[in-house]
């Protein structure tokens, strides 16, 4: 499975940016968008399941940031409003190609920085 996330840039806090996924090569199942700042971790953000019926947010991002699929074009999405400066990192997009709970994610897009100023 080969994954692309594109949709990052610069954009001024209280704005917004949707960042895409698209997949290829191979079936996938729980889907994730995780960030990781300056020096900090990597943390996951947002989960969807494979029918779009359960998704996960944390608590951070939870009420801003909405993530969805298309099966059929093989993409995950994740709409973020009213963007923070503390929600500048680079976003990498997961998938797990096996059904497991909880999911391994087990494939990595090369990620894509998001910069929010102040």
């Known amino acids: 499975v080969q994954l692309q996330a594109s949709g990052g840039g610069l954009v001024q806090a209280g704005g917004s940016l949707r960042l895409s996924c698209a997949a290829s090569?191979?079936?996938?199942?729980?889907a994730a968008w995780f960030r990781q700042a300056p020096g900090r971790e990597r943390d996951l953000v947002a989960m969807?399941?494979?029918?779009?019926?359960?998704?996960y947010y944390s608590d951070s991002v939870k009420g801003r940031f909405t993530v969805s699929r298309d099966n059929d074009k093989n993409t995950v999405w994740l709409q973020m409003n009213n963007l923070l400066p503390e929600d500048t990192a680079v976003y990498y997009c997961?998938?797990?190609?096996?059904?497991?709970?909880?999911?391994?994610?087990?494939?990595w897009g090369q990620g894509t920085l998001v910069t929010v100023s102040s």
């Open positions: 969807i399941s494979w029918s779009g019926g359960r998704t």
């Open positions: 090569g191979g079936t996938t199942y729980e």
């Open positions: 997961a998938v797990a190609s096996r059904p497991s709970t909880p999911p391994r994610y087990d494939y």
